[in-house]
């Protein structure tokens, strides 16, 4: 095999799937960003980010006690510590109430349901009886019998325990109920800090903490120790390499030569200035994909170009596009390109994104199925245009206006204010911008998938276009 070819069987090899559904993540994807590292202390209650940018990973990755010790001296105060879910997407009755159950206890009061999920884990870690044969009976003693409620807490304790609580958009379809279950939730943990010992972490999307939910005295206490899961462009490609060499097939060590990787207990990690974007992090990805994207530099450098173009509205890429785009351009370029002399064929980058394109589409899809319902109508359309091209589409397709559409999660949260607050929601969310000269501006990132054109863009897969429209109704 050519050197380009051995690479390129490096990145099919590697690890650079980033969903995470509960399991435990595999040691050598663990990857901490500097800009990270605020939002696993203890003292952070409140983790902000939009979707496939590690809350789900981190929560998963907290749990586990060898990927904390992995994190070694950055993160000290992990060690020798208790962690548990107090809500995720996979439910866990006995530890925490699902949707279900909030709506069963819609005339309880969200802060004292969330309590009676901590009183419960305190009571198991200290085998202590308290009514728990459904959770109507543990908030029932909660509020009957407050002083042993007090009591427990207060106890003397000879470890340290945290509850993490991830998909928390999973617990209510309505936002308004949502908004009064997350404050609850807030509010317990503001109840929680008054404990020494026990800790609480709030994974939120960033639509969810652009509400009310903080809107309780003393939120500026948790708002103080507020995080955000941000990745810059020297993030996304140390974490590209760091899953890179810890492949565990025979072409993953010809990776870690190339950039001299270091070894610790079975799990490799890349050189500090491959965390930074450095010169070498740079060579490091031109050995992949070369200087430019196409004969010359006219066409941009692949090292920006693959991050740039996975951006959304509001300039941030997450690790989720950038590992499937670059792993889709090393298929292609096996498939397409078997004897380039790079492992990664520019055209291949440009067919990465649209892959990405169109699993952020579906991941859209899940989490907003509104948003899918308008944006498959521009279908065709090329931006950036005006907003009355767009206003007329939609006035055409939906007579009735946004609240007609119907869905069986969050609706979109200003459906209310007409198209005004669609086009704001979709704003908020980074699916569209507004350039300076009023036209409406669509991302890469999202024009692809939903099958809208821009002139020498890259273009959308026929495949994806015709699937679009297939869903069109």
């Known amino acids: 095999m050519t ?75 992990l060690k020798d510590l208790e962690v548990q879910l107090g809500f995720a997407t996979r439910e866990a009755m006995d530890r925490y109430p699902n949707a279900d159950v909030f709506e069963v206890l819609r005339d309880r009061d969200p802060y004292d349901i969330w309590r009676a999920v901590v009183l419960r884990w305190v009571a198991s870690r200290t085998q202590r009886t308290i009514p728990v044969e459904n959770w109507a009976a543990t908030v029932e003693w909660l509020k009957t019998r ?91 490609h140390g974490l590209l390499w760091q899953r890179l060499i810890n492949g565990h097939h025979a072409h993953s060590s010809h990776m870690r030569q190339s950039i001299q990787a270091k070894e610790r207990d079975g799990v490799w990690s890349i050189r500090d200035e491959m965390k930074r974007d450095s010169e070498s992090q740079r060579k490091a990805f031109e050995t992949l994909a070369g200087p430019w994207m196409g004969k ?30 670059i792993h889709q351009a090393a298929t292609d370029s096996r498939d397409k390109y078997p004897d380039h002399e790079l492992a990664l064929h520019y055209e291949s980058i440009k067919r990465g994104i649209q892959k ?80 300076t000269d009023s036209r409406i501006d669509m991302p890469d990132l999202y024009r692809v998938g939903f099958g809208l054109g821009r002139k020498g863009g890259v273009k959308p897969r026929k495949e994806v276009a015709g699937r679009v429209a297939g869903n069109d109704r």
């Open 356 to 435: 990405a394109s169109e699993i952020r589409v579906n991941e859209i899809a899940e989490d907003y199925p509104w948003v899918t319902e308008i944006l498959i109508k521009l279908k065709g359309m090329n931006v950036p245009c005006s907003y009355d091209e767009i206003l007329s589409r939609w006035e055409q397709e939906f007579p009735n206006g946004p609240q007609s559409i119907s869905t069986d999660r969050l609706p979109a949260q200003h459906a209310t204010r007409g198209w005004e607050g669609i086009r704001e929601d979709l704003q908020r969310l980074g699916l569209i911008e507004t350039k």
């Open 296 to 325: 010359d530099r006219r066409r941009g450098v692949p090292y920006i170009w693959s991050v740039g173009h996975l951006a959304d509205g509001r300039g941030q890429t997450s690790p989720r596009s950038f590992l499937a785009a």
């Open 146 to 236: 407050p002083e042993e409620a007090a009591r427990l807490m207060q106890q003397p304790r000879d470890w340290r325990g945290l509850l993490l609580f991830d998909a928390l958009d999973r617990c209510s379809t309505d936002w308004q109920r949502m908004d009064n279950i997350v404050r609850g939730l807030l509010r317990a943990i503001l109840w929680l800090k008054s404990f020494p010992g026990l800790y609480g972490k709030v994974f939120l999307r960033e639509d969810q903490a652009e509400r009310t939910v903080f809107n309780f005295p003393d939120a500026s206490k948790l708002l103080a120790t507020k995080a955000d899961l941000i990745w810059a462009r020297h993030d996304l």
């Open 3 to 77: 050197e380009a070819q051995l690479l390129r069987a490096a990145i099919l090899e590697a690890p650079l799937e980033t969903s995470h559904f509960g399991e435990e993540p595999l040691p050598g994807t663990l990857y901490l960003p500097l800009s990270h590292l605020k939002a696993l202390r203890l003292e952070a209650n409140v983790v902000i980010g939009g979707r496939g940018v590690g809350k789900s990973f981190w929560t998963a990755a907290l749990q586990t006690e060898s990927l904390r010790k992995l994190l070694g001296s950055s993160t000290p105060e």
